[in-house]
């Protein structure tokens, strides 16, 4: 399984951005999408999930301005970034969870907010 994130950048802050992760395999084979993202020195942390049967969460700090969702071809994840702030500033990586709990990465892209 190969993932390939796209669409990081440098954004003012209150702009937007669309990151997207293409998939050598269906997304509908996997228990779990996700977004993570790990700013400099700091640990990576979990974003937004979309699970199996179509229900979605998100961290508190991204609640209501970040939405996650995957074409109907099911070959790529998304995630909409809205209003985003100098905090989101960080390495974002998509990660899917296959049926026996192994889980696969893309390398990352880059976002960075500037105030």
């Known amino acids: 399984v190969q993932l390939q994130a796209s669409g990081g950048g440098l954004v003012q802050a209150g702009g937007s951005l669309r990151l997207s992760c293409a998939g050598s395999?269906?997304?509908?084979?996997?228990?779990?999408m996700n977004w993570y993202r790990q700013a400099p020195g700091k640990q990576r942390d979990l974003v937004a999930t979309?699970?199996?049967?179509?229900?979605?969460s998100y961290s508190d700090s991204v609640e209501g301005r970040f939405t996650i969702s995957r074409d109907n071809a099911e070959y790529s994840l998304y995630l909409q970034m809205n209003s985003l702030k100098p905090e989101d500033t960080a390495v974002y990586y998509c990660n899917v969870v296959g049926p026996f709990g192994t889980q696969y990465w893309g390398q990352g892209t880059q976002v960075t907010v500037s105030s």
């Open positions: 979309l699970a199996f049967g179509g229900h979605t």
């Open positions: 395999e269906p997304f509908r084979r996997y228990n779990t």
